[in-house]
């Protein structure tokens, strides 16, 4: 899969356009070249391997069951990545979690 991000300032038709080859549309990905898109300087190709962007925290759908591989919580004590994220998922709802792992017959956490 081949994705071209270009929902700012980038001049899709401009040759001499900078190019950013970014290898896997997961997070980190999709994180980078969002951030060159906007920054309107540089244009960048995302190229995926699997069917679909998000990596391992994409959501599939499994025998009509829409199912998180990985990653669905969001925590950091970064307020850049907090604004980020903000900025990307304004609609963002803040729910009270514990998670554990339970190993050895005890929880960790
Ligand atoms: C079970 C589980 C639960 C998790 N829970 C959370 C959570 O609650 N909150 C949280 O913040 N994080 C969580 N994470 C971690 C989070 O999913 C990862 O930190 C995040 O997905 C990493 O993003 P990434 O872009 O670095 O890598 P990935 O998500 O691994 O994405 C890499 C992408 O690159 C592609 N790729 C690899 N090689 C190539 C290649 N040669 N050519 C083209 N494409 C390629 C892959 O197919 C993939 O799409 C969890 C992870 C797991 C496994």
């Not at 549309?25 to 060159?36: R, V």
Request: charged share 20%.
């Amino acid at each position: 899969m081949f994705l071209s991000i270009s929902p700012y300032n980038i001049d899709m038709n401009n040759e001499s356009q900078k190019i950013a080859v970014i290898i896997g549309a997961g997070p980190a990905g999709l994180s980078a070249a969002y951030a060159l898109a906007k920054s309107g300087k540089v244009r960048p190709l995302v190229f995926e391997t699997s069917a679909g962007p998000g990596g391992l925290a994409k959501t599939v759908n499994y025998k009509g069951n829409r199912l998180d591989i990985g990653g669905h919580r969001f925590f950091t004590k970064s307020q850049v990545v907090k604004d980020f994220w903000q900025e990307i998922m304004p609609s963002f709802m803040k729910r009270p979690r514990q998670s554990r792992i339970f190993f050895a017959g005890k929880f960790f956490n």
